[in-house]
């Protein structure tokens, strides 16, 4: 069996799962898949810690929102940089429509958690309500429906994951 070939099964369904050649990797596995999970954990976290800041006032909550949105937007800037290195030697999958509504639904959940980091810096109570939360519900949802395109659509039509007739 090739090396690129794996024979499975998902579900009692046979699956085969062919390789991407992603140019931006340590050991063939490509570095933005591993980048991605980090930001949205720490952003969907910091959505979390703002709403505990706003129930009980309590600045640990607030500090812990700061935190993490400067941790996301880190490792987001990584994950940009390995995406896009990808993406730009990757011509063809530059072409299909679907990859770019995943790629500006992550540079809009970026540069809002950017704008969050700044309203987070301001003192007390001001920093997270309301323009922190609201800030941190639309990076919520902006990184939610982005990564389910960048899952359902990208991935799919790609054809990393195929399922075997």
């Not at 940089?81 to 993406?87: N, P, T």
């Not at 609201?134 to 429906?145: E, K, M, P, R």
Request: net charge neutral; charged share 10%.
């Amino acid at each position: 069996m090739p090396s690129d070939i794996i024979r499975s099964t998902v579900q009692g369904t046979p699956v085969q799962l062919t390789a991407v050649d992603e140019k931006v990797a340590i050991v063939r596995h490509p570095l933005y898949p591993m980048f991605v999970p980090f930001p949205n954990a720490c952003f969907i976290g910091a959505f979390f810690t703002d709403l505990a800041y706003w129930g009980t006032a309590e600045m640990m909550w607030a500090d812990f929102s700061a935190w993490l949105l400067f941790a996301g937007v880190v490792l987001g800037v990584l994950a940009l940089i390995a995406g896009l290195v990808d993406l730009g030697q990757r011509r063809y999958v530059a072409t299909h429509a679907p990859v770019w509504p995943h790629v500006l639904g992550n540079l809009v959940a970026l540069g809002l958690s950017i704008l969050n980091c700044f309203v987070h810096s301001r003192d007390a109570w001001t920093s997270v309500v309301p323009q922190g939360l609201i800030l941190s519900a639309l990076v919520l949802i902006v990184v939610l429906t982005s990564n389910w395109i960048g899952a359902s659509v990208v991935v799919y039509r790609r054809r990393v994951v195929e399922v075997a007739r």
